[in-house]
């Protein structure tokens, strides 16, 4: 069975930096598109960045210059580099695989919290 486990939320001030883990029980890791995606209070879950197996990435609008996706394909690790950060990042954040821009594994991990707050 897949899963996801993801680490490295915390509370951080406007305009600080954190960096999530995402380790993923996957076969064969290294060939699906990876994706961060985050789910804030009272929203519906959205995509934020995907890294491609080709190395070719997305990110969503709200976070382009600021959030940096990556990935170590001999340990199963997606991370999420966050620079300056805003309030409006506060939510839950999650990784699964991505197909066609949606969520390609029904399983989800519990998740990170990300609150930016001062």
């Known amino acids: 069975q897949v899963q996801f486990v993801e680490s490295g939320g915390g509370l951080v001030q406007p305009g600080g930096s954190l960096r999530l883990s995402c380790v993923a029980s996957i076969r064969f890791f290294s060939l699906y598109d990876m994706g961060w995606y985050r789910q804030a209070p009272g929203k519906q879950r959205e995509l934020v960045a995907m890294l491609a197996r080709s190395g070719s990435t997305h990110y969503e609008d709200s976070v382009k210059d600021r959030f940096t996706i990556s990935r170590d394909n001999s340990k199963n690790t997606t991370y999420l580099q966050m620079n300056s950060l805003k309030p409006e990042d506060t939510a839950l954040y999650y990784c699964?695989?991505?197909?066609?821009?949606?969520?390609?594994?029904?399983?989800w991990g519990k998740g990170t919290l990300v609150t930016v707050s001062s």
């Open positions: 699964n695989t991505v197909q066609v821009g949606r969520p390609g594994m029904n399983s």
